[in-house]
């Protein structure tokens, strides 16, 4: 892949698209969050939403699987010049395979102050010291991806 900056459409008509994966996860059962992964020419090149419970498996975040699905798409295992868009704030899992595979840039919906990093995109010790090359974005369709967990877990509790 070339290491040009991806051509983007907008923020939020990526992050759309993975809130429309993150709404599959809730139709079955899983923790609604979608995640996204964009080529450098800005298409589409791998979907996912988690599937923690359906793959009894721990690390089956919607991150983790649509970059597997990227990687076997494009035939390598580095995303250089890729964004993933994600409907939540990634966990240190998730952080440590995106850095990994040399994603560009993460784009995320709602913070996660439970699993999240401290909010990516305040956490100073992480970003000077360990995410130097990845760009950041925090925020995009916040309160769309928020709601949409807050309902999941309200659901759950009754």
Not at 57 to 75: M, N, P, S, V, Y
């Amino acid at each position: 892949m070339k290491n040009d900056k991806p051509v983007l459409k907008n923020h939020d008509f990526y992050m759309q698209k993975a809130l429309q994966q993150a709404k599959i996860a809730e139709r079955h059962n899983e923790v609604p969050v979608g995640a996204i992964i964009i080529s450098p020419d800005g298409k589409i090149i791998a979907r996912a939403y988690n599937k923690v419970e359906n793959n009894t498996c721990q690390a089956g975040h919607a991150e983790i699987l649509a970059i597997q699905k990227a990687t076997k798409k494009i035939g390598d295992w580095r995303l250089n010049g890729c964004l993933i868009y994600v409907t939540l704030e990634p966990c240190l899992m998730c952080l440590g395979l995106i850095q990994l595979s040399r994603l560009e840039k993460v784009v995320f919906g709602a913070t996660s102050p439970i699993f999240g990093t401290g909010s990516l995109t305040s956490n100073t010790f992480l970003v000077h010291n360990y995410l130097k090359k990845l760009d950041i974005e925090g925020g995009i369709k916040e309160k769309d991806c928020a709601d949409l967990l807050k309902s999941f877990f309200r659901k759950k509790r009754n």
